[in-house]
């Protein structure tokens, strides 16, 4: 079985601040991982993604995550926050062909 | 592209009428995804499908709601009867083949169920 587990369902820094969003999983086989984000009123899109290889993942708007297996962990990160990035973040993780296990979620707010 | 396609954006109904949500699909995609999010209970997976089969769908919460996928480019979601607690942002998402491959959602339908 999979499972994901999202600390802190709300997140608030302030522009410019460090933005770290935490996700850890539980899986018997090595996973496959995804951080996606939703804007209000809009679907999930994909921000980034692990799969195989290197372990820290860049994705889109200055967002990177690093595969931890020793902690099992997929946690989200950018340097300085910007008032754009304020949405609602989801972990995901997927094992084989099927569905995928989303967390439930966290909403960074950004402060001026 | 243009991507996972949803109609109706907005429904609005009332308690007892049928309501059917529609989805087309990314041309290629083998899986389709149908979930709804509350503020109550997050993102729900509801039903997905393989190649137009259903595969779990475990997460449908009464008999009122049933999913169909007729063909690779059109799927259904329909709850008769609705009921207020049916209120709820519906999404469907498809994907490609492979466990790495992304999920990608479409914008969703607001359904209000009064």
């Known amino acids: 079985a999979q499972s994901v587990t999202q600390l802190g369902s709300h997140v608030s820094v302030s522009e410019g601040a460090l933005v770290l969003l935490r996700c850890n999983y539980s899986s018997s086989v090595p996973p496959y991982l995804f951080w996606y984000v939703q804007y209000p009123n809009q679907g999930l899109q994909l921000l980034l993604k692990y799969t195989t290889g290197a372990t820290l993942v860049k994705g889109i708007n200055g967002f990177e995550a690093e595969f931890k297996k020793s902690e099992t962990s997929f946690h989200l990160t950018k340097p300085s926050a910007h008032m754009s990035d304020a949405a609602e973040y989801f972990c995901?993780?997927?094992?084989?062909?099927?569905?995928?296990?989303f967390g439930d979620g966290t909403t960074l707010t950004v402060k001026p | 592209d243009a991507g996972v396609i949803q109609s109706p954006r907005h429904e609005v109904t009332e308690m007892g009428q049928e309501v059917t949500l529609r989805c087309k699909p990314i041309?290629?995609?083998?899986?389709l995804f149908w979930y709804r999010q509350t503020m109550m209970r997050g993102l729900e997976l509801l039903i997905y499908?393989?190649?137009?089969?259903?595969?779990?769908d475990s997460g449908m919460p009464e008999d009122r709601f049933s999913a169909k996928m007729p063909n690779a480019s059109f799927s259904t979601l329909k709850i008769q009867p609705s009921e207020p607690r049916d209120s709820a942002v519906y999404f469907c998402?498809?994907?490609?083949?492979?466990?790495?491959?992304?999920?990608?959602f479409g914008p969703g339908t607001r359904l209000t169920v009064l």
């Open positions: 995901a993780v997927s094992l084989n062909a099927g569905k995928s296990t």
């Open positions: 998402a498809s994907r490609g083949l492979a466990a790495t491959d992304t999920q990608y």
């Open positions: 499908f393989n190649n137009n089969v259903p595969i779990d």
């Open positions: 041309s290629g995609h083998d899986y």
